[in-house]
């Protein structure tokens, strides 16, 4: 993989000028100290293991300028077709945990990844939920220098406000009730290697200056504790939710956003990347006969042509749950009664010029190009009707829908923003419809 040297020719020199200066820092203190006490030993010998970190990387990085230097020219992405840009990333060794379709999209994602993961540069991963972020993570910390070295995730939305600076940087013992010793944070953990932050955008205010704070000085200091403690970690941050947005009304932080941001990768929706459903039918399938041990499942014409045309709203997750789902409850063969039932195709499915009827009537092309387009046009426009007739019953109230039809709350919300209906709407008319009975 080529090596993207941000610094320019001569960079070497003066890190290593850099390196020089510190190692006589270390040794002047070594040499003029009349007696060290054991905490500045430590002290010492953390900056000691600190500059061997920074040869050995510097080496690296030496080794892939060199690599990079004897590889042919790679020709412009552009002048080629999806299929050969994704067997071109094969090709040139780029290590990737699963499967990938030819998703111009998702290719492009994947060699923005390719180009950022030898550099140190901050990376932001954005993406509806399911669509891959944490595995996008795991590819530019395995095609990087680092991939040797620690990988630590982090969950931010699932760590309570009072304990995230402790979390995130570790504490000093009797720093607060339930403090017994010193504890490392996630930060001093995943030291020379890359650190995760999923859901970025659930950081609340405060946790978002103090991560500020040590992409700006890469340093940290644990709580009860006064001193510093320098750290060299890539960070890889996520999230599902607009950020720029969110920056603009006050609930993100303007400077860490663009801080974070330095290289941003979208995934798209599973949706959107419908040739890689068939890989992921057989990457999952085998993936999940070996953890139940037994054959891989087969699927019935029927199942296979209902999953290869659903919507999926939880995207590669839900896709691989279900996947396993089916693995467990059918025997050699799965069909559609094995599936949730809050997703199952219904059976009073209407007629295909039912379905097309109201299109024709607007204007547009009634004749679908395909049978699996029109039969999954047809299950969309039942799943839209008797959506918008649940919420006109129970006047737009989601909870009182979602209990109603034995759903998740979520799941119901996430099929609702998928044909765009919107519950206020129905909402209102329940409000005029009352306000005219009373007039």
Excluded at 151 to 170: K, Q, R
Excluded at 302 to 326: A, H, V
Aim: one cysteine or more; charged letters at 30%.
């Amino acid at each position: 993989m080529k090596l993207f040297d941000p610094l320019g020719p001569g960079s070497t020199t003066v890190s290593y000028a850099g390196l020089l200066e510190k190692i006589e820092i270390v040794r002047s203190t070594l040499r003029w100290a009349p007696k060290l006490e054991r905490a500045e030993i430590e002290k010492l010998l953390n900056q000691a293991n600190t500059l061997r970190d920074e040869v050995m990387q510097l080496s690296r990085k030496e080794r892939f300028i060199e690599a990079a230097a004897l590889e042919p020219q790679a020709p412009d992405a552009a002048d080629l077709t999806a299929g050969q840009r994704r067997q071109a990333l094969i090709d040139r060794s780029f290590v990737f945990e699963g499967t990938f379709g030819d998703n111009p999209k998702l290719l492009a994602a994947l060699e923005v990844a390719e180009k950022a993961a030898p550099t140190d540069l901050p990376v932001l991963i954005d993406g509806e939920s399911g669509t891959g972020k944490e595995l996008m993570a795991k590819v530019i910390h395995a095609n990087g220098s680092r991939a040797d070295k620690p990988y630590i995730s982090v969950n931010c939305g699932a760590i309570p406000d009072n304990l995230l600076e402790s979390e995130l940087f570790g504490h000093r013992k009797g720093a607060f009730t339930g403090a017994s010793s010193d504890r490392k944070g996630k930060f001093e953990s995943a030291h020379t290697g890359t650190i995760f932050l999923d859901e970025i955008g659930e950081l609340p205010l405060t946790g978002q200056v103090k991560l500020l704070r040590v992409l700006e000085a890469h340093e940290i200091q644990r709580v009860g504790s006064d001193e510093t403690i320098a750290v060299d970690t890539r960070i890889v941050a996520a999230t599902n939710r607009n950020l720029r947005q969110m920056s603009e009304q006050g609930h993100f932080r303007e400077d860490l956003f663009y801080r974070l941001s330095v290289i941003h990768v979208s995934l798209p929706a599973l949706r959107e990347r419908r040739d890689e459903i068939p890989l992921l039918f057989s990457y999952f399938g085998d993936e999940a006969a070996e953890a139940l041990r037994r054959r891989p499942v087969k699927m019935t014409p029927k199942l296979r042509e209902f999953l290869l045309s659903y919507g999926y709203p939880g995207n590669i997750r839900e896709l691989r749950n279900l996947i396993y789902r089916l693995s467990c409850l059918a025997g050699d063969v799965a069909d559609v009664d094995h599936l949730p039932e809050d997703i199952r195709p219904q059976r009073d499915m209407p007629t295909l010029v039912e379905a097309f009827g109201a299109q024709s009537t607007a204007g547009l092309s009634a004749v679908p190009n395909s049978l699996a387009e029109a039969k999954r046009a047809a299950s969309d426009e039942a799943e839209r009707a008797f959506l918008e007739r649940g919420l006109q019953e129970t006047g737009g109230t989601v909870a009182e829908l979602a209990r109603r039809c034995d759903m998740n709350r979520s799941h119901l919300q996430m099929l609702l923003k998928k044909h765009g209906i919107h519950s206020k709407d129905f909402r209102r008319r329940a409000q005029d419809g009352a306000l005219r009975e009373k007039s």
